[in-house]
């Protein structure tokens, strides 16, 4: 059984910083693009970034693409979003997701092509 599983999440102030991981088990990651996701409360999912299944390259979206970063360990199994100077407005539920597929810099944050989810973890950001 295909399953991804973030941890990671939890209260930080203005300021600080965190990282997320992402967990699989049942397949190997290595053969799977994965992308963070994370929605807000009252907003709609937004792509944070994805990776490719080699961990050569990655797109991100380009208004946290300074503070945000993705990475990957395939041996492990594990993908990881180091955040970076958090801002209250970066609170959310992170999700990871996971595609067979390849992504490019105009496909990678289309939410629909990700077969794969984990359940979230969440991030507040607040003093």
């Known amino acids: 059984q295909l399953q991804l599983v973030e941890s990671g999440g939890g209260l930080v102030q203005p300021g600080g910083s965190l990282r997320l991981s992402c967990a699989a088990s049942g397949f190997n990651l290595d053969d799977y693009a994965v992308a963070w996701f994370r929605q807000a409360p009252g907003k709609e999912r937004e792509g944070v970034g994805s990776?490719?299944?080699?961990?050569?390259?990655?797109f991100y979206v380009a208004s946290l693409e300074a503070r945000f970063t993705i990475s990957r360990d395939n041996a492990k199994n594990m993908v990881y979003l180091q955040m970076n100077t958090l801002k209250p407005e970066d609170t959310a539920v992170y999700y990871c997701a996971a595609t067979a597929g390849l992504i490019s810099s105009s496909t990678w944050n289309r939410f629909y092509e990700y077969k794969n989810w984990g359940q979230g973890t969440q991030v507040t950001v607040s003093s």
């Open positions: 990776i490719s299944n080699s961990g050569d390259f990655a």
